[in-house]
């Protein structure tokens, strides 16, 4: 079975395209959830973090992701719930914390039905990376 992500790069003359371009069609083709979440995100409603939607970091794209937090919020469909999903996702995960960046994973279906469980869940963890920052501690602006 073909991710989404695999299907979507089928879908479009067999050809890889560049990362921004593939990050651009997935925001356009965004799903019930992704749509949710974003709606949840944007305009700085989360704790006043500016979250970007499919963000390119070589050679992934990331879901949600707040820079200043260095914070990547990432959605999972059944897909991920595979042997070969899981392994996929505990070698992306490496590698983005090799960059410097912590991952937060929720299911589609977990979001959906518990939405303001989910939102608390971030926002706790947007205010707790906040306070432990370096440049909370040093007394500048995050």
Same mark, same amino acid.
């Given at each position: 079975? !073909? ?28 799903t019930e959830p992704e749509a949710l979440l974003w ?16 963000? @390119?970091?070589? @050679? /992934?794209?990331?879901?949600? /992701? ?5 914070? =990547?919020?990432?959605?999972d469909g059944g897909q991920h719930n595979t042997a070969?999903?899981? $392994?996929? +996702? ?5 590698? !983005?914390? =090799? $960059?410097?960046?912590?991952? !937060? ?10 939405? +303001? ?12 990376? $906040? ?9 500048? @602006?995050?």
């Amino acid at each position: 079975m !073909l991710t989404r992500l695999e299907e979507i790069r089928h879908e479009i003359t067999g050809e890889r395209l560049p990362l921004i371009e593939f990050a651009r069609k997935l925001r356009h083709d965004a799903t019930e959830p992704e749509a949710l979440l974003w709606a949840c995100l944007r305009n700085r409603r989360m704790n006043k973090r500016k979250f970007r939607r499919q963000h @390119p970091v070589a @050679p /992934y794209g990331l879901d949600f /992701y707040c820079a200043d937090l260095k914070l =990547s919020i990432e959605l999972d469909g059944g897909q991920h719930n595979t042997a070969e999903g899981k $392994q996929r +996702d505990k070698a992306r995960d490496a590698f !983005l914390r =090799s $960059q410097g960046i912590e991952t !937060l994973r929720f299911a589609n279906d977990e979001l959906m039905r518990h939405t +303001d469980g989910v939102m608390n869940m971030i926002w706790h963890r947007t205010t707790f990376i $906040q306070q432990n920052s370096p440049s909370s501690k040093t007394g500048s @602006p995050p």
